[in-house]
């Protein structure tokens, strides 16, 4: 039984996993029912989590980064 990382898995279901990532993932969903419920929770995130309202970040927040950027180019 092949182990995956959270993020290999994420490539899977959004599609951007290699070729041999793929194949091997398909491969293993087909025998362990323990990858198939995890494969099943990250679908399930990843449909709530497309449901959320996006929002912009704040003009705060907005500022404190272009700060802090400005002072690291400063340094450079």
């Known amino acids: 039984?092949?182990?995956f990382s959270q993020e290999q898995l994420m490539q899977y279901l959004y599609g951007e996993?290699?070729?041999i990532l793929h194949?091997?993932?398909d491969t293993a969903i087909k025998d362990d029912i323990d990858l198939q419920?995890?494969?099943k929770?990250?679908?399930r995130t990843i449909k709530q989590l497309d449901k959320?309202?996006?929002q912009s970040p704040s003009q705060?927040?907005?500022d404190v980064i272009?700060?802090?950027?400005?002072?690291?180019q400063k340094k450079k």
């Open 66 to 72: 272009l700060n802090y950027a400005k002072q690291t």
């Open 52 to 54: 959320l309202e996006k």
């Open 37 to 39: 419920k995890e494969v």
């Open 17 to 19: 996993a290699s070729p």
């Open 60 to 62: 705060k927040s907005i």
């Open 41 to 43: 929770t990250l679908q």
């Open 1 to 3: 039984m092949q182990k």
């Open 23 to 25: 194949l091997a993932i």
